[in-house]
Nanobody, 117 residues
Framework: QVQLVESGGGLVQPGGSLRLSCAASRSPFSIYAMGWYRQAPGKQRELVASRTGGGMTNYADSVKGRFTISRDDAKNSVYLQMNSLQPEDTAVYYC???????????WGKGTLVTVSS
């Protein structure tokens, strides 16, 4: 198992930036992949970005070129750097982890990002 705790959400103006952090209860080396999902009001949850332990990344088309996923092994953490934020990025952002390619997805409790002037 792995516990995930997100932080870094908040209110930001359009065009601004935020960095989300996710602290994992075990080393990222023992986790196959970590990622970020989001769920906007009235919409389905969607994958934003993911990163395997080998460094392969995947991004939703809507965030390519604006968001970057990274990790700090020494801190057992992954991050989501979000630039050029737009109102449509408003959502609860969830950190996820998968210990192996075939196991379940673990979820954090989420952190709210609001993009508004």
């Amino acid at each position: 198992q792995v516990q995930l705790v997100e932080s870094g959400g908040g209110l930001v103006q359009p065009g601004g930036s935020l960095r989300l952090s996710c602290a994992a209860s075990r080393s990222p080396f023992s986790i196959y992949a970590m990622g970020w999902y989001r769920q906007a009001p009235g919409k389905q949850r969607e994958l934003v970005a993911s990163r395997t332990g080998g460094g392969m990344t995947n991004y939703a088309d809507s965030v390519k070129g604006r968001f970057t996923i990274s990790r700090d092994d020494a801190k057992n953490s992954v991050y989501l750097q979000m630039n050029s934020l737009q109102p449509e990025d408003t959502a609860v952002y969830y950190c996820t982890a998968r210990l192996t390619p075939s196991t379940i997805l673990y979820w954090g409790k989420g952190t709210l990002v609001t993009v508004s002037s």
